[in-house]
């Protein structure tokens, strides 16, 4: 059995992230304890993330100097959540930098499904934008639902800034193209995204060594049912079919996930 | 006394309010299939995960005293199928997590009692267990915005839970929970023309929810 790989947890946070699929996929290995990587992934280098913080640099040439704020141009930003994520009426809960290397995978495991699910849903939105396809009222879940996984996105970005930890490439994805097409089939994918994204969460909800980490993850795992019911209902199905969640093994995510990664 | 599952626990109060007390042999009733398992019994029982068990107990016991009267309510019966069937089987499932949450703090040796009442740990007597007592229900409004007012501090209360509890078999026990729980709130949101989520959850302490729920009933003395 190899050893789990400690994700190097410094400072450095303008190490380059590694190759997408693969790095997602060594963080599941590492917390199931065995996992044989399929296939040959590429070796793109892609430029780290800057988070939340804004602590982060990039390789990039450095953007020009902006022109100051005039008063009333900073008012506005600082006044805009969208913009200011220190916003006084933002609650997006903030873990502290006691996140331990082993809350480090489990955070990253968590990242890739996040990226999974908020690029599903931007791409749905899209789709519909494009070529109406979905009921009003289906239309409008599916964009709170992209805005709310962009949210766990950052949020969890910004956990894994603040602890100095360098956050899993996002990978590529694909779904299947009649998502795009029927609301019946868009539907079904984002039950089964849902459903897995609530029992990877439950899954490893034991596992986590942090407190801090443990409510945060709790909070967005809340969230996750939540989807999960109302998806259902679209569905024309019992919203909750039992009185608790099922919790899912890092390999049973990983088997389920892995058809919408590109290699 | 006499105990509906455990029969042979000892009769020494003091045993049986200590913290630390060691459960005697005795088999805990079966739960339904769909309940994740129990805890298991530390060797040394957590205060915290104590207390939460108690006040979690009386929680979903007022929870689905509501329920259940909410879903029997004369406004309820001219409700459309669909809102009926959803208080139904909401009510059923608050059911199923009051049972498992009486269960689990018998494993863990707070009280042996899973029947009608918990102990006052300072006094010994008897506490009366919560019963929702916020009258009757007169129209579909009243019974969906107390429907939303309860549930959202359960979910709260649980969440707050986990991010307490000691033991990692608890912390899933009571995720595993409280996602239903707020499949539940989704729902209700749903049906009542409010926004079914938010991006993320809030955690509510045990004495803001005991604080809240007070007036429908909810003895606020098993948080001490």
Request: proline share 7%; no cysteine.
């Amino acid at each position: 059995m190899n050893q789990p790989q400690i994700v190097i947890l410094n400072s450095n946070l303008a190490t380059p992230r590694d190759e997408s699929r693969r790095a997602w996929l060594r963080h599941a290995g590492m917390l199931a304890g065995a996992f044989a990587l399929a296939g040959t992934a590429s070796s793109e280098a892609q430029t780290p993330a800057t988070g939340t913080t804004g602590a982060a640099t990039t390789p990039d040439a450095p953007a020009a100097t902006p022109a100051p704020m005039t008063d009333r141009e900073y008012l506005s930003v600082v006044e805009d959540k969208s913009t200011n994520p220190n916003h006084p009426e933002i609650t997006i809960p903030r873990a502290s930098k006691t996140a331990r290397p082993g809350d480090v995978d489990i955070l990253n495991f968590a990242l890739g499904l996040e990226y999974l699910e908020a690029d599903f849903y931007a791409r749905i939105v899209q789709a519909h934008q494009n070529r109406a396809y979905l009921s009003p009222r289906v239309y409008q879940i599916a964009q709170k639902l992209a805005a709310d996984e962009a949210s766990h996105v950052e949020a969890i970005l910004d956990i894994l800034g603040r602890a100095a930890a360098t956050p899993v490439a996002k990978p590529q994805f694909v779904f299947p193209e009649n998502v795009f097409l029927g609301q019946l089939a868009f539907l079904d994918l984002a039950s089964t995204l849902e459903v897995t994204g609530t029992g990877a969460y439950l899954g490893a909800a034991p596992k986590v060594q942090s407190n801090d980490a443990l409510k945060f993850a709790a909070s967005v795992y809340g969230i996750e049912a939540r989807h999960t019911a109302i998806i259902r209902m679209l569905n024309g199905q019992t919203f909750s079919p039992l009185a608790s969640e099922i919790p899912l093994s890092v390999e049973e995510v990983t088997r389920r996930v892995t058809p919408f990664i590109v290699v | 006394m006499s105990h509906p599952i455990e029969t042979d626990f000892p009769t020494d109060s003091d045993f049986l309010l200590s913290r630390r007390a060691v459960l005697a042999a005795g088999a805990l009733t079966a739960l339904a299939l769909s309940l994740p398992a129990l805890p298991a019994r530390a060797a040394e029982i957590n205060y915290s995960d104590t207390k939460a068990l108690r006040f979690l107990q009386e929680l979903t016991r007022l929870q689905s005293d509501f329920s259940l009267r909410a879903a029997l309510s004369s406004p309820a019966a001219a409700l459309p199928t669909r809102e009926t069937d959803a208080l139904n089987l909401i009510a059923r499932q608050d059911n199923e997590v009051m049972r498992w949450f009486a269960a689990a703090r018998g494993k863990y040796g707070v009280s042996a009692f899973a029947g009608p009442s918990t102990l006052n740990q300072a006094s010994s007597r008897p506490l009366p267990q919560s019963r929702f007592n916020a009258g009757t229900f007169t129209n579909r409004e009243q019974i969906f915005a107390r429907a939303l007012e309860i549930k959202g501090l359960t979910v709260g209360a649980i969440h707050g839970a986990v991010g307490a509890a000691k033991d990692p078999q608890l912390v899933q026990a009571l995720a595993a929970i409280g996602g239903v729980q707020g499949r539940h709130l989704a729902m209700l949101s749903e049906l009542a023309g409010q926004p079914a989520f938010v991006a993320f959850e809030t955690p509510l302490s045990m004495r803001e929810v005991a604080g809240k729920l007070a007036p429908y009933g909810f003895n606020t003395e098993v948080i001490g």
